[in-house]
């Protein structure tokens, strides 16, 4: 199974869209890059709240189902 690490980004009419960052092959390996992505983020900005910044990022498996959403508090653990 295949999982999808997506990240919110403001386009031009600020909107939110999901962009699609990386796959990875485990749910272990992209929570690992988006928590290495979010302390980089946290490391360049100074002043950003972790909180905030995870709820920027949305893990998907392949098949769409959401793994883990932050913002919309929804988490899936696989059996």
Known sequence: MKYIVYFKFKDDDNKLNDIPLNTWETEIES???????????????????????????????????????????????EK
């Open 31 to 77: 929570k690992a890059y988006r928590d290495g992505y979010m302390d980089a983020i946290l490391n360049h900005t100074g002043n950003a709240k972790r909180t905030e910044v995870m709820g920027l990022f949305t893990i998907k498996r392949l098949d769409d189902t959401i793994v883990e959403d932050v913002v919309n508090k929804k988490t899936k653990k």
